[in-house]
């Protein structure tokens, strides 16, 4: 729906010509922009928690510490024994005549004999030297590990802070919103006064333009407000996983260190 529809219309006895109310729009704007916020704050210290435990990004990065974090075992597992275990059971069973035991039974066949063959084996290899193999392996594994674990701490610290800039962003921008509301709250009762002064002949119709004018530009600018607020919101959307509530500016703030050497010790 185009401004001009969606603007409310105002008409002076003494001008003839019809002037959008612009107040009117603005807060119809701001309403179906932005619906009300959550009653329950969320702290910083809660979204950057919320960050840690359901960003996607740290999400994939710890599961390939997990995986490189194996290959140590993997390579350290060279240098343990191997045990095999082997065992085998095994029977044969032989029929035979006998003589002086009369006539044979059917077939020629007088007794039976069974001779059962069992065998285990256990063979234990502890490797003493593989050339070398081992130990560089180990350490590759090692360094890799290593290697992981310091990526994962860079983007642990590249999203903590891309969710404390969108906090801030959405902070800063609530704040310039409500501003530019009450600006356009006090821009239009100040038209409406200067429209009563011009029916009874204070005014004269370029201070009513003036008044319009200014009025006008505080709606352009509410508008740009709103912008930037639906951007910082995505922001936070992307590095926290949900949308922002009611958010409250951080009341305790970091101490810089006094000295190098304390910044080092950091």
Known sequence: ?????????IRSPKTPDWRPDFGATAVVLCCALFPPLSSQAQTLTQALAEAYNTNPQLLAQ????????????QA???WRPTVNF?????????????PGTGAPRAGGLAAYDTFYANSLNLQVTQPIYSGGRTVAQTRQATNLVESARAQTLAVETSVFQAVAMAYLDVVRDQALLQVNQNNVAVLRKQLEATQDRFRVGEVTRTD????EASLA???GQLVTAQGNLEISREE????VGHAPGTLMLPRERPTLP?????AASL
């Open 76 to 78: 350290l597992a060279n």
């Open 236 to 239: 936070y959307v992307r590095a």
């Open 258 to 262: 006094a000295t190098e050497e304390e």
């Open 217 to 219: 530009q505080a709606v």
């Open 86 to 98: 082997t065992g085998q059971m095994g029977g044969t069973r032989s029929a035979f005549t006998t």
């Open 208 to 211: 009513v333009a003036q008044a």
């Open 1 to 9: 729906m185009s401004f001009a529809k969606r603007a409310v219309m």
């Open 62 to 73: 710890r599961a390939l510490l997990r995986q490189t974090d194996e290959q140590v075992p």
